[in-house]
Antibody, heavy 117, light 106 residues
Framework: QVQLQESGPGLVKPSETLSLTCTVS????????WSWIRQSPGKGLEWIGD???????NYNPSLKSRVTISVDTSRNQVSLTLISVTAADTAVYYC???????????WGRGTLVTVSS | EIVLTQSPATLSLSPGERATLSCRAS??????LAWYQQKPGQAPRLLIY???NRAPGIPARFSGSGSGTDFTLTISSLEPEDFAVYYC????????FGQGTRLEIK
């Protein structure tokens, strides 16, 4: 089964840029979509966006102006960049793989990112 | 944006009882509705996709039904490990999740 591992800084200062990487193992990144989803402490789930292995992207309209998702097929990695962060961006960030009926089949374990000075 | 409203917010039941969780969409999502279970400190786990299809490895006590705007997740006889938070999810234009139902031990 495919494994997803998120990595990146656990602490980001307000107004700076959040950058995370998802490394895909036990499977190829090719021919799949890859998503980023976040969950604020004690809150529900929020889809950030996704990317096809070819590079085409879809973003949550509420975050679109601040988000970039990219893919590196040679490294089997997907990356998330979120600019101008505030405390409201504090959350556990999940890398995930959608399935054929638009459900999320596979999830990473998630990584907590705290926005604080 | 399609809004998913889950009810109840909290459901208190005992092991062995039947649980019925509801998810209502603000407009039709056809059969593109999924259900997830999340336990503290863990990522969500897919239970049901396409409104009524169990994901691999999911016990038969979990079942999903519905179409259009009204969906139900049923757990026929609660096991101790079933007490968790449950989310529904759709993707028509983009992915949205319901706010969750917390299933707690009575």
């Amino acid at each position: 089964q495919v494994q997803l591992q998120e990595s990146g800084p656990g602490l980001v200062k307000p107004s700076e840029t959040l950058s995370l990487t998802c490394t895909v193992s036990n499977g190829s990144i090719n021919y799949f979509y890859w998503s980023w989803i976040r969950q604020s402490p004690g809150k529900g789930l929020e889809w950030i966006g996704d990317i096809y292995y070819s590079g085409s992207t879809n973003y949550n309209p509420s975050l679109k102006s601040r988000v970039t998702i990219s893919v590196d097929t040679s490294r089997n990695q997907v990356s998330l960049t979120l600019i101008s962060v505030t405390a409201a961006d504090t959350a556990v960030y999940y890398c995930a793989r959608p399935g054929g009926n638009s459900q999320i089949d596979d999830w990473g374990r998630g990584t907590l990112v705290t926005v604080s000075s | 944006e399609i809004v998913l409203t889950q009810s109840p917010a909290t459901l208190s039941l005992s092991p062995g009882e039947r649980a019925t969780l509801s998810c209502r969409a603000s407009q039709s999502v056809g059969y593109y509705l999924a259900w997830y279970q999340q336990k503290p400190g863990q990522a969500p786990r897919l239970l049901i996709y396409g409104a009524s299809n169990r994901a691999p490895g999911i016990p038969a006590r979990f079942s999903g039904s519905g179409s259009g705007t009204d969906f139900t997740l049923t757990i026929s006889s609660l096991e101790p490990e079933d007490f968790a938070v449950y989310y529904c999810q759709q993707r028509t234009n983009w992915i949205t999740f319901g706010q969750g139902t917390r299933l707690e031990i009575k």
